[in-house]
Every structure is written in structure tokens, then in C-alpha cells.
T-cell receptor, first 116, second 116 residues
Framework: AQKITQTQPGMFVQEKEAVTLDCTYD???????LFWYKQPSSGEMIFLIYQGSYDQQNATEGRYSLNFQKARKSANLVISASQLGDSAMYFCAMREGDTGRRALTFGSGTRLQVQP | AAGVIQSPRHLIKEKRETATLKCYPIPRHDTVYWYQQGPGQDPQFLISFYEKMQSDKGSIPDRFSAQQFSDYHSELNMSSLELGDSALYFC???????????????FGPGTRLLVL
């Protein structure tokens, strides 16, 4: 079974609007971390935001926020006030366990295109 | 802030040749991860090192080997290259400063390997 599922292969959004990128996960481990990364066409993988399984509040980082619904096992990324530079591939990833130094499992990604 | 450094950034090899990719982690990061991202794919975990010892192993082919040196840099050695090895190879580094669940992996710019 897929551990990370991103059901939107591609998304379009108008500049200055908000957009939500979906991510659902599957784990039986009570301790886990969820991450979002941005990959522009140049290829680098840029860390955006993190949410821990025990965090009570949704993570926020500038224009990025994470809508964490633990019971639904979803961790959707919300980008507010989209900019042309936000056009990129976005990956949701999970690390299971509380011992650290564990590999990330990635979803298949969502390609976001911001239109002027 | 210092980032993960990878070299070379681009590499072209013939089938059956060997390649060595290098990774210099962020200063004071003690764990290094290697990922492979095929065209249109999500990154797949290959192998990781903590304090110069292999920490975890993923889908790394037997033709590949890796190590971490005393200065914490890591090298991924790839032999008998195949066409299917053409991919973007990422190195990531992390530290447990914020606790094991919060550990965030920061990725380098990647090495783009093309096998002809």
C-alpha cells in the first residue's frame, strides 16, 4: 500500500490566490513526521514545512501552512497569495518512528502552475 | 546559511563505466542520506550514514556502494553503470538538534547522471 498519496498530478492557480495541495498518509506508527518539499524545474529539493504527529497546532511558515487532520491521516499544504515563482513540483513526505535518522518516503508529487 | 554541497552537478558516462558522486553535508550535521530520483519519479531512498557508519539501507543496487568519511563527507560509488541508472541523485543531511521527530533533511542540489 502507498504510504503517501498525492491525488492531484497537476494543479492550476491564479496569481495572488490560495491553493491547497492534498496529501494523505498511511502509517500504524504513532510517531511520525510529515514534510513538504518544493522542486522547481531546476531540480533542487527545497524544504518548506514540517508537522509532527504529536503537534497540537497546524504548522505555518510564511505563506505556507499545513492543514493537519490526524484522524483523516491528511496533511494538506496551503499556499496563500500564490506567486509566479511558486510554479514547481511539490512533494509530500513522511518519516516514521521516533528514533530519528530514518529515510523519507515521498508521494508522487503535484505539479503546480501559477498563472498570471 | 551553508547548504549541502554535491559534486559534480552533471555527469555523463557510458554503459559499464563507473562514477563517484560526492556530498558535503551542512556543518554539524551528522547524518547523510542518498536518494535517487528517476525522470518523472519521486525520490527513492538508497542508503544513509550516521557518524561514518551505515545507518539504514533502501533500494540500493549491489553495484553501488557508499561511505562516509571522518570529515563527514560522503561518496556514492556506482559501478557497471546501466542506462536505467540515469537519474538525479540527491544527498541530504540532518541533525537531531530539535529532537528525533523534528529531524529535517536538507537536500543538496543533486547530481544529474546520464548514462549513454
Amino acid at each position: 500500500a502507498q504510504k503517501i498519496t498525492q491525488t492531484q498530478p497537476g494543479m492550476f492557480v491564479q496569481e495572488k490566490e490560495a491553493v491547497t495541495l492534498d496529501c494523505t498518509y498511511d502509517t500504524s506508527d504513532p510517531s511520525y513526521g510529515l514534510f513538504w518539499y518544493k522542486q522547481p524545474s531546476s531540480g533542487e529539493m527545497i524544504f518548506l514545512i514540517y508537522q509532527g504527529s504529536y503537534d497540537q497546532q497546524n504548522a505555518t511558515e510564511g505563506r505556507y501552512s499545513l492543514n493537519f487532520q490526524k484522524a483523516r491521516k491528511s496533511a494538506n499544504l496551503v499556499i496563500s497569495a500564490s506567486q509566479l515563482g511558486d510554479s514547481a513540483m511539490y512533494f509530500c513526505a513522511m518519516r516514521e518512528g521516533d528514533t530519528g535518522r530514518r529515510a523519507l518516503t515521498f508521494g508522487s508529487g503535484t505539479r503546480l502552475q501559477v498563472q498570471p | 546559511a551553508a547548504g549541502v554541497i554535491q559534486s559534480p552537478r552533471h555527469l555523463i558516462k557510458e554503459k559499464r563505466e563507473t562514477a563517484t558522486l560526492k556530498c558535503y553535508p551542512i556543518p554539524r550535521h551528522d547524518t547523510v542520506y542518498w536518494y535517487q530520483q528517476g525522470p518523472g519519479q519521486d525520490p527513492q531512498f538508497l542508503i544513509s550514514f550516521y557518524e561514518k557508519m551505515q545507518s539504514d539501507k533502501g533500494s540500493i543496487p549491489d553495484r553501488f556502494s557508499a561511505q562516509q568519511f571522518s570529515d563527514y563527507h560522503s561518496e556514492l560509488n556506482m559501478s557497471s553503470l546501466e542506462l536505467g541508472d540515469s537519474a538525479l541523485y540527491f544527498c541530504a543531511s540532518s541533525a537531531l538538534a530539535g529532537g528525533p521527530i523534528q529531524e529535517t533533511q536538507y537536500f543538496g542540489p543533486g547530481t544529474r547522471l546520464l548514462v549513454l
